[in-house]
């Protein structure tokens, strides 16, 4: 399964919207620039939060595999509902929320999703517990990894917002602008 195009590595929208100079001069660059700039932090966060879910919910099944081996769960489909639908969907304030019609993109995806949906071996019943707890500590550090990109895409968001805010506060720029961008597109 391959989920990156042919973008050249360190070209792809992560390493452009994390990297120097997507910040830089916030204050210089026009209004449509840095709502395209938050458009683009929006969509990888959107990308992140998809793979950091999926991630973890291939985790929640491995870990309730081994629980179903040591005689502590029933089997994974019997407990499947309950695995995925644990507490951290419960606590939603916190989350940041796509706008309605949002799509995952795919662009720049490194072996993310592809880490999270793999071939770990069809059957993991065919694995050993050692094997089932190396795979969980791998996808944990990818989960890691994922959520470490998710906070700095956080903080650039943040950033691009403070400055939007600004310039609406400071009269530069007009909530009348935006509304007809909207129509437009």
């Known amino acids: ?27 210089l660059v026009d209004v449509p620039t ?3 700039r938050r458009r683009e932090a ?5 990308e992140l939060s998809f793979v950091r879910r999926v991630l973890q919910g291939r985790i ?10 040591a005689g502590i769960e029933d089997s994974i489909i019997d407990s499947l ?4 639908a644990d507490d951290r969907a419960k606590d939603l304030r916190h989350q940041r929320h796509a706008p309605v019609g949002s799509e ?6 490194d072996n993310s999703l592809e880490l999270a949906t793999g071939d770990v071996g069809s059957d ?11 795979i969980i500590e791998s996808l944990q550090d990818h989960e890691r990894s994922v959520s470490e990109s998710r906070s700095r895409i956080h903080r650039v968001l ?28």
Request: proline share 2%; hydrophobic share 40%.
């Open 1 to 27: 399964m391959s989920l990156g195009g042919a973008v050249p590595v360190g070209q792809n929208r992560l390493d452009r919207v994390l990297g120097p100079g997507f910040l830089d001069d916030l204050e």
């Open 34 to 36: 840095l709502r395209q």
């Open 42 to 46: 929006e969509a990888e966060e959107r």
């Open 60 to 69: 929640d099944i491995l870990r309730a595999e081994l629980r179903r081996r």
């Open 81 to 84: 509902s309950r695995i995925l």
């Open 104 to 109: 995952i993109s795919w662009s720049g995806f």
């Open 124 to 134: 993991i019943h065919a694995l050993s517990d050692g094997e089932l707890r190396a």
């Open 158 to 185: 943040d950033r691009l917002s403070k400055e939007l805010t600004n310039r609406y506060r400071e009269g530069t720029a007009l909530v009348d602008d935006l509304l007809a961008s909207v129509r437009d597109h």
